[in-house]
């Protein structure tokens, strides 16, 4: 079953949802929940209405709520009002959520037994991660949140991701959150709070100061990031000097994305101060977007000697963003860009650029373009830049071009970012036929998605890998159902237990990596405070992958604190980059493939940064 899984043959598998074996009915029906198979749903809704068994029904109903079909949600309600083991109901209200089925539940509430308030939590949240405009349910949500526990979590879990006025539950939230001791659910309190308590600073101000928990103030200033009122300052001031790097580099970057104004002596002090180098790099790209052209022009000096003396790419990649803040370092960046054999660098300086072609003050650097260039505008010049980068064919600049190439909210000529008649689309058939599937089939994805929107036709969603990589049962046979590994780095080691049961196809894959050593001297390519590291790139930015590709896994399992999970470019395109959550992530449930969780040595997870060094991973004995 597994093989035809694999192969992703819906019509066979559907055979053994009539097996005389319950476990085999079961495991098929679990199949299914990774597959997206509209061959399977009326197979499946026929399980949960006339399995024997309550265990298949339940995995039939976790499956159904995979495929997240709205058209799905008033079926399944039918079949939870008429279900009586309550294992089934809880998962069968669960898919009801994850179909958009909100609207259905709030119209029976009073029929919904208090028993299942927990999978009624459940089910909102996923339903708002589809739909996050449902303002109608916050009344239910800060009944829900009352109820501690899992409930809890979950319904302040949706009222974080909510775009509708949540302040009603204020009141009600404010007095859960000194009482709740767990770190994941209070964190997602204290954000309920900061993301829409614009009018309330004093109450979040002294909340801030008094945390404990890294994760909890990291949730303050994420959360304030919404307001639009320069009241969230005096919070920022104290988030620079924080005594945690993630806080520090969150309030940096929040200085980025904002028009606030911060006294630039105070920040000139942190620069002076701060040891994280991509930290520091953001408060001097912000000294830079701040300050007159005398002092940009000395700021810019100073970072392009540190750059000139620097051995770490990544340091120096972070430099080279910050100098995207002064419009006289185009040049600067564009000759790095171009000349540089390094590929971190050659990202770092079209990033860059391309943050400049999307600033506010475009039009301004316009003017000034034109006063010193009078053969072409900035627009065609910068046409020119993003096209002959594409033309590297390097995967990172050509995701990155191409992206940008269809990105509406530019200021442009066209409605377009730069206007590209339809006749010149040849060089995005070009950069097509360069990448090598399915090695690099997020830029092959980008590349196709633009040529369509281009050519003004409806852009499709993301591709999915031929099937390329089997499942090793030899190797899954040696695995120890309770392998550990330890994930050496240069900070210290961290132990983690492999889900081979659950995910036998992504463990195996992960343990042929890992007897290769291929994960040997890695670095951290991506680190997003309070969400995730993510490691295992071969080219060190993101963009690289190997030329197999596996099947997504999906299963009961949830994203918790220290669970490992595979990285993809969409369903069935994982590879060998894969992260570890800093917290309880619920949105990536059923979404990603969770293969592992951290046994020992969380605090280090929580300190490394971009750029720290796996030196090793190891199986260890059991």
């Known amino acids: 079953m597994y093989n035809f899984a694999d192969e992703r043959n819906s019509e066979v598998l559907i055979e053994y949802l009539q097996n005389e074996s319950d476990e085999i009915r079961e495991h098929a029906c679990l199949l299914f929940g990774s597959m997206n198979s509209k061959e399977a749903i009326e197979p499946l809704l026929k399980v949960v209405q006339t399995d024997k068994v309550s265990d298949v029904r339940k995995a039939a109903a976790f499956a159904l709520g995979q495929y ?339 990105d509406t909210t530019l200021l442009g000529t066209s409605k377009t970012v730069l206007p590209i008649p339809y006749t010149d689309l040849k060089f995005l058939e070009d950069a097509m036929s360069k990448m090598r599937l399915p090695r690099d089939i997020e830029s092959y994805t980008e590349l196709l998605k633009t040529l369509r929107f281009l050519e003004g036709k409806a852009v499709d969603g993301d591709l999915k890998p031929e099937f390329n990589h089997p499942i090793d049962w030899d190797l899954v046979e040696r695995i120890p159902v309770d392998q550990h590994i330890a994930i050496v780095t240069e900070f210290g080691s961290i132990e983690a237990e492999l889900w081979v049961n659950d995910a036998p196809g992504t463990v195996a894959n992960f343990v042929k990596l890992i007897q290769d050593q291929f994960y040997s001297n890695k670095r951290l390519h991506r680190v997003v405070p309070g969400f995730v590291i993510q490691d295992g790139c071969p080219r060190g930015d993101g963009f690289g992958s190997t030329m197999q590709t596996i099947r997504s896994e999906f299963t009961y399992r949830n994203f918790d604190e220290g669970v490992l999970g595979m990285a993809s470019a969409g369903p069935d395109t994982e590879s060998c980059q894969w992260f570890i959550s800093h917290t309880r992530t619920p949105h990536l449930n059923g979404r990603y493939t969770a293969f592992g969780k951290v046994t020992k040595g969380m605090d280090i997870v929580h300190r490394l940064e971009i750029g720290a060094k796996i030196l090793r991973i190891e199986l260890l004995p059991n």
């Open 68 to 406: 997240q079909q709205e058209t799905l949600s008033d079926s399944l309600y039918q079949c939870f009002r008429l279900e009586e083991n309550a294992a089934v109901k809880n998962e069968l209200m669960i898919a009801i959520g994850k179909c958009d089925g909100a609207e259905i539940l709030l119209k029976n509430r009073k029929e919904i037994d208090s028993d299942y308030n927990e999978s009624l939590a459940k089910a909102l949240f996923y339903s708002i991660r589809k739909n996050p405009e449902q303002s109608n349910i916050v009344p239910l949500l800060t009944e829900l949140v009352s109820i501690d526990g899992e409930c809890r979590f979950y319904a302040a879990s949706a009222l974080s991701k909510m775009k509708a006025d949540i302040s009603s539950s204020h009141d009600n939230i404010k007095l859960l959150i000194s009482e709740e001791s767990n770190i994941s659910t209070r964190s997602i309190l204290v954000k309920c709070i900061a993301i829409s308590g614009e009018n309330d600073f004093a109450y979040i101000d002294n909340l801030f100061k008094s945390e404990k928990e890294y994760l909890c103030r990291l949730s303050i200033v994420r959360g304030i990031s919404s307001w639009k009122s320069s009241s969230s300052l005096k919070l920022i001031q104290q988030a620079l000097s924080d005594e945690h790097p993630h806080i520090r580099e969150t309030a940096a970057e929040y200085l980025l994305n904002h028009e606030n104004d911060i006294s630039l002596d105070l920040l000139k002090k942190c620069v002076s101060v701060e040891k994280s180098p991509r930290t520091k790099y953001y408060e001097y790209e912000y000294l830079l977007s701040k300050s007159n052209s005398i002092e940009s022009s000395e700021i810019s000096k100073v970072l392009k000697r540190n750059y000139a003396t620097e051995k770490d790419e990544y340091v120096r990649g972070y430099i080279v963003k910050s100098l995207s803040a002064d419009f006289t370092n185009l040049r600067f960046l564009e000759e790095e860009c171009f000349n540089t054999t390094s590929i971190l660098i050659r990202e770092f300086c079209f990033e860059a650029l391309l943050k400049i072609r999307s600033s506010k003050r475009f039009p301004e650097y316009a003017v000034i373009w034109r006063k010193e260039t009078s053969t072409q505008s900035l627009e065609e010049h910068f046409k020119e830049v993003i096209l002959d980068c594409i033309a590297t064919y390097d995967v990172s600049l050509v995701a990155l071009g191409a992206g940008y190439l269809r």
